[in-house]
């Protein structure tokens, strides 16, 4: 039950953001000085994420979390989320991820999506998908609760 409840809610969280106007560009509901501790925490978990620093990209996962790949991969805890990345950081990548739409509510949850593309060169891969973060704030902490990815063409 709570894995089809997760990814019924990842889409239509991602279908909100991405289709109603009015959402997609809001000024964030956040409480003063809210959306610049969300932009420095996101800053840090990109920054770890490109260093391939694990123990640090699974700090901003929530114990809860869980992840949809753009392929459908169903990765129901933390402990399989870090598998995941376990496998992406013996690679060689390159990624980029600029921002699409990313909304703050009052300091306890945000949203950001992101276009993502990922490239491994030696085995020929590349991949381009949206990737939406649902983040909680827990103890002044930013992490991340559910990460789902939805596949987009390659270009």
């Not at 039950?1 to 809001?26: D, E, Q």
């Not at 978990?45 to 699974?58: E, G, Y």
């Not at 490239?119 to 020929?124: E, F, G, K, L, Q």
Request: proline share 6%.
């Amino acid at each position: 039950m709570r894995k089809w409840y997760a990814a019924a809610m990842a889409a239509l969280g991602l279908a909100v953001l991405l289709v109603v106007p009015g959402t997609a560009g809001a000024k964030p509901d956040a409480a003063p000085g809210c959306e610049r501790h969300f932009d420095e925490a996101v800053a840090d978990f990109d920054a770890v994420f490109l260093a391939k620093d694990l123990p640090a990209v699974m700090a901003y996962y929530h114990e809860d979390a869980v992840q949809i790949g753009s392929t459908g991969a169903y990765r129901p805890t933390k402990a399989a989320i870090e598998a995941n990345f376990t496998n992406l950081f013996k690679y060689n990548f390159t990624a980029t991820f600029p921002e699409v739409t990313k909304r703050i509510d009052g300091c306890h949850g945000a949203t950001l999506v992101v276009d993502f593309t990922l490239a491994i060169p030696s085995v020929n891969f590349k991949q381009h998908f949206y990737n939406a973060l649902t983040f909680v704030r827990e103890r002044g902490q930013w992490q991340i609760i559910l990460d789902v990815s939805s596949p987009l063409p390659v270009v």
